[in-house]
């Protein structure tokens, strides 16, 4: 990590035991996750007028290159939020599955549905609109966003891309998600 992970105590007074607990979690997904800048994580005890049944809050807000995850654990969704350890272990889980998710995305590894496994082949670019069209194994033409791509970087698209997509029928037009570069 570029720089030490931030702890900030809510409602109550700073514990070494509780940082040593959110230092660990962050330990650990540092090694999964080596690609992690920042790490900044906020513990909300309960109000102090409640003396009974008051609910921890985790925030954790991980910064990566080019993105920000946060996850918040919602202390009225779990009871077991009572706590403060199984609220912050829960929100670094949280954490975890959203990094995974991350680099899955990144590295193009996001998961097409067998039915939705439709190619084509980029048959024109509009860079300044950020969009283009494909043209699918069945004659069609189909619109793609920018957006729509999964893991290539647009500008580095060229015409007779091979693509695999899912197509989605748009109240005017066919259109494409999920759209991956094949063939390289």
């Known amino acids: ?109 996001v998961k097409l549905h067998e039915e939705s496994g439709s190619t084509g082949k980029i048959s024109s670019l509009y860079l300044d609109n950020d969009c283009g069209w494909i043209t699918s194994s069945d004659g069609y033409e189909i619109y793609f966003h920018r957006n729509s791509l999964l893991s290539d970087n647009f500008d580095s698209l060229s015409v007779g891309m091979a693509v695999q997509y899912i197509e989605h029928e748009d109240s005017e037009e066919l259109r494409a998600s999920s759209v991956r570069v094949i063939g390289q």
Do not use: W
Request: net charge positive; proline share 5%; aromatic share 6%.
């Open 1 to 109: 990590m570029q720089t030490p992970v931030q702890i900030q105590f809510i409602n109550m007074d700073s514990s070494e035991a509780v940082e040593q607990a959110i230092e660990k979690h962050a330990a650990k997904l540092e090694q999964m996750f080596p690609d992690i800048q920042s790490c900044r994580v906020r513990i909300e005890a309960p109000s102090k007028k409640k003396t009974k049944g008051g609910l921890f809050h985790t925030r954790i807000e991980i910064k990566l290159p080019g993105k920000e995850i946060a996850v918040n654990r919602n202390p009225d969704l779990h009871h077991s939020y009572t706590d403060a350890y199984v609220s912050i272990r829960d929100a670094f889980k949280s954490a975890q599955r959203q990094l995974e998710a991350q680099v899955k995305k990144i590295q193009g590894k």
